[in-house]
């Protein structure tokens, strides 16, 4: 087993993309039957999109050994996340950073990786002068839920929103 001192992360660049999208693909997989399909398909081909946000965010990746075991797309303060639902953008505050969609090989899973691209989303935070970070996940995602917690996220149900009946996203925030 990997130590976390053995996982690298950097920004990714062109060479990364299909590495990347194997993990996203392999990493929200499980999450498929929790979504109703009409919203499940948009929203795995928004997952897959790399090059569509590659304009307004940084792909950042995790690495083993060489080998991408995770990546994040990571949003500088002032530019805004969309998502797949009725074309939702994040509004955040211009102020602040954000980041979506972190995905992490479930073969990686317990290394260290979730932890290690959101710290490094941090840094980039603090670095670009943002006063908070901020994030959207669901009540499925339950261990990354927990991670964020631990890592000091706080809820902003300000900027919860919901793409359907069925699904509420809800936001968190780091204060910097």
């Not at 979506?100 to 990686?108: G, I």
């Not at 009540?139 to 900027?159: L, W």
Request: charged share 25%; with cysteine.
């Amino acid at each position: 087993m990997a130590r976390m001192s053995e996982i690298q992360v950097r920004v990714g660049d062109d060479a990364d993309m299909e590495a990347a999208r194997s993990v996203l693909q392999a990493a929200y997989a499980e999450y498929s039957k929790s979504f109703p399909e009409e919203s499940w398909t948009p929203y795995l081909a928004d997952i897959l999109d790399l090059e569509g946000r590659a304009d307004v965010s940084n792909l950042l990746i995790a690495q083993n050994h060489g080998q991408v075991v995770g990546c994040v797309s990571y949003y500088p303060p002032g530019s805004k996340a969309s998502y797949p639902s009725d074309s939702f953008t994040a509004h955040w505050p211009d102020e602040w950073a954000s980041f979506r969609l972190l995905a992490v090989d479930p073969a990686a899973r317990g290394l260290g990786v979730g932890r290690r691209l959101t710290e490094l989303c941090i840094e980039r935070a603090r670095g670009a002068g943002a006063t908070a970070v901020g994030l959207h996940t669901t009540d499925v995602m339950e261990v990354a839920r927990a991670m964020y917690e631990r890592m000091g996220f706080e809820r902003a149900p300000t900027y919860d929103f919901h793409p359907s009946d069925e699904i509420a996203v809800e936001a968190y925030r780091l204060t910097l």
